[in-house]
């Protein structure tokens, strides 16, 4: 079974302060994903991770950050929230292709922000 | 560059009745092709994907999709749904020629079973 973690589940803030979304994998995967989803709408590429010290931002832009330290560990930063923010954030991983072999990705619960 | 469809943006269906839910894809290469499911207030799950072979891919919960690349379609099928089915349902294609799986998702189908 995946094990992938986010935190905060649910995180009600007000405009202009700084946040930090957590995400955390105990399976040793390489690639990590974060993707933004407003309600009913499709998911939204937003940073992707090949592996440690490597970041990159998606399709759609966002004024977050994120950094990749260590292999588990994949957090995204907003150093000043706003409305504009308010959305559910994904965290997926995924292990390294084998075989030319599309591998699966795997995410987390998500986090509800939600900014005043 | 790819893209999803998800026709159906709402599917009402009655409890014990067949369901499809409908996806199709634009690319003009070879892909590979996902369908996960997110309940109320958790996070996605695979329900099925399909990579090679056989174009019938039946996965988790009794669904099953069925690849058309004529028709450039992966529905998605049950013949009997549970009240439990009721989540949203998400379409999703990755280039198959790279090992970079980055996934275009579609914008979901949401599926209500009725008692």
């Known amino acids: 079974e995946a094990d992938i973690y986010q935190t905060p589940r649910y995180l009600v803030i007000g405009t202009g302060k700084k946040i930090t979304l957590e995400c955390s994998q105990t399976?040793?995967?390489?690639?990590m994903y974060w993707y933004q989803q407003d309600p009913g709408m499709e998911l939204h590429l937003i940073h992707y991770?090949?592996?440690?010290?490597?970041?990159e931002k998606g399709d759609l832009s966002s004024e977050s950050t994120v950094s990749r330290i260590r292999t588990e560990h994949f957090p995204l930063t907003l150093e000043s929230a706003r409305p504009s923010h308010t959305s559910q954030y994904l965290c997926?991983?995924?292990?390294?292709?084998?075989?030319?072999?599309?591998?699966?990705?795997?995410f987390g619960p998500g986090t509800r922000l939600l900014v005043l | 560059a790819q893209s999803v469809t998800q026709l159906d943006s709402q599917v009402p269906v009655f409890e014990e009745a067949p369901v499809e839910l409908r996806c199709n894809y634009s690319s003009s290469v070879s892909v590979y092709l996902f369908w996960y499911v997110q309940y109320p207030n958790q996070g996605l799950q695979l329900l099925l994907k399909?990579?090679?072979?056989?174009?019938l891919v039946k996965g988790i919960n009794g669904f099953e999709a069925e690849f058309n690349k004529s028709q450039t379609s992966f529905h998605l099928r049950k013949p009997s749904v549970h009240i439990s089915d009721t989540a949203e349902y998400f379409c999703a294609v990755s280039d198959a020629r790279t090992s970079y799986d980055k996934v275009i998702f579609g914008p979901g189908t949401s599926l209500s079973v009725i008692p």
């Open positions: 399976m040793g995967h390489d690639k």
């Open positions: 991770s090949y592996g440690v010290n490597s970041t």
């Open positions: 399909y990579l090679s072979g056989s174009t």
């Open positions: 997926a991983s995924s292990d390294t292709a084998r075989w030319g072999l599309q591998e699966t990705q795997y």
